[in-house]
């Protein structure tokens, strides 16, 4: 459905493999994989991705603890075919490649929607014989071009108004409702492999716009029309899980169709505190339960996975931290929310934690810049000071925010006289430039 946040001028190649504390848990990298967790339940548990993001602590983050990924943006109409004709399919190749690497799904995100369509198409005049062909000619293309790569599609996406009436939109504007019965036999024609779903939003519990799409769904088995599944796509509000979810999930079971969660966020009024944070771990946990309690709801999948590539905070304002995992890529509760679930037995962070975590934003051939960001939830600092051990000779040569000392592989780094302080909810960063040769392994930091 929604936009993945791409506009970051770096792509970090090295990032958080830590957030450690000197009373610290088990590291993160010793949890169960939400992946792993998941297939032992019979769930596919997955995230959305960017493309050209699949690299350092995001890559390995994707490829690890996810069992299917989903392009945030790199397949809908107007990233494919910008121009009449014209094809960039780089992105979406490289998710694939991706996913096929490292043992995942796919799921297809979307062939037909009334946004992120090309503009040549929005602006275009055609009649109703043309949007057919436009409709089977973008199925066949797209479709068959990853033909037995992908496991599912979202074909149609979001259909309906909140009162269970047809959107207005350029295909049902044309072609009536028959557009979703078109487009799904298109598509199963493309890829007979492919479980084909109708994708939706405010569509988790029993309501109007459900409703309206299981009526749907109903009709189009009795006709014949192949349709697989139904993606509820939960962007959720924390502490409004609907209470009707798992009957809801349940009944389109009952309808002889597999349900997948499919963009899963749960946004807060900002700032964060460890009261919202448990309040969402809760809601996560809720929505990944029924998800595991009806045998047919077969993946659940998180729009983004940190809060820093999430849509939520542009669209939102005065809301974020939607999900599973912070701005450095440090697990938040919801991600063990989401563990309990799938009866993990994954350690959280302590109550009244403050952590540091370790990135390194750019690197050259023989330096590079790294960064520390100290992060309180529950717990407050006055002063601070986090230590490391490099691994492969790195020297710091200059650091802004702090002091840094190094004596042989041994760093330590203190507040300055302005941002000793770290309040409860806050954080504060330091950076520095350094040298390396060879390799420049990250180390694991502590705070005190």
Excluded at 254 to 274: C, F, H, K, N, Q
Excluded at 283 to 298: E, G, L, M, Q
Excluded at 344 to 370: D, K, L, R
């Amino acid at each position: 459905m929604r936009s993945l946040r791409t506009g970051l001028s770096l792509t970090p190649l090295l990032a958080v493999l830590g957030a450690l504390l000197c009373t610290a848990p088990a590291a993160h990298a010793a949890d169960t994989p939400l992946r792993d967790l998941g297939a032992a339940k019979g769930k596919v548990i997955g995230t959305a991705v960017t493309g050209s993001k699949l690299t350092g602590t995001y890559g390995d983050l994707a490829g690890a603890q996810f069992g299917s990924l989903t392009p945030g943006n790199a397949m809908k109409w107007g990233s494919v075919e910008p121009a009449r004709g014209s094809f960039d399919w780089a992105e979406a190749d490289r998710i694939v490649n991706f996913a096929e690497a490292h043992g995942q799904q796919v799921r297809g995100h979307t062939l037909v929607w009334h946004s992120q369509n090309p503009s040549w198409l929005t602006n275009g005049t055609w009649t109703p014989a043309q949007l057919s062909t436009l409709l089977d000619d973008h199925i066949a293309t797209e479709v068959g071009r990853y033909k037995g790569r992908l496991a599912a599609w979202d074909v149609v996406n979001e259909p309906f108004n909140e009162d269970g009436t047809y959107r207005s939109t350029l295909w049902y504007n044309g072609l009536g409702s028959g557009y979703i019965a078109q487009a799904l036999t298109a598509a199963r024609a493309a890829d007979p492999a492919a479980k084909l779903y109708i994708n939706d939003y405010n569509v988790e519990g029993v309501n109007a716009k459900s409703t309206a799409l299981y009526n749907l769904v109903k009709s189009l088995k009795e006709q014949g029309v192949p349709i697989d599944g139904v993606g509820l796509q939960a962007h959720l509000v924390l502490g409004q899980v609907p209470a009707t979810l798992q009957q809801n999930i349940q009944r389109f079971a009952d309808l002889g169709v597999d349900v997948a969660i499919t963009e899963l966020d749960i946004r807060m009024a900002l700032p964060a505190d460890s009261a919202k944070l448990a309040q969402q771990k809760a809601d996560y946990k809720a929505v990944t339960a029924a998800c595991v309690a009806v045998a047919r709801c077969v993946n659940l999948t998180v729009w983004g996975f940190a809060d820093s590539d999430s849509w939520v905070d542009s669209t939102f304002p005065g809301y974020g931290a939607a999900t599973p995992y912070d701005a450095n890529y440090a697990p938040k509760p919801a991600y063990y929310g989401i563990a309990e679930a799938l009866g993990g037995t994954t350690t959280p962070p302590p109550t009244g934690a403050c952590t540091a975590t370790y990135s390194v934003p750019s690197q050259w051939n023989t330096g590079f810049t790294g960064n520390v960001t100290i992060s309180c939830s529950g717990a407050s600092l006055s002063s601070w000071k986090v230590t490391w051990t490099y691994g492969a000779g790195q020297q710091i040569t200059q650091a802004w925010n702090a002091t840094c000392t190094q004596s042989g592989a041994a760093v330590s780094c203190v507040n300055a006289s302005y941002n000793g302080s770290v309040p409860d909810g806050g954080s504060v960063s330091f950076g520095f430039n350094a040298s390396w040769s060879g390799s420049n392994p990250l180390p694991t930091v502590t705070v005190s």
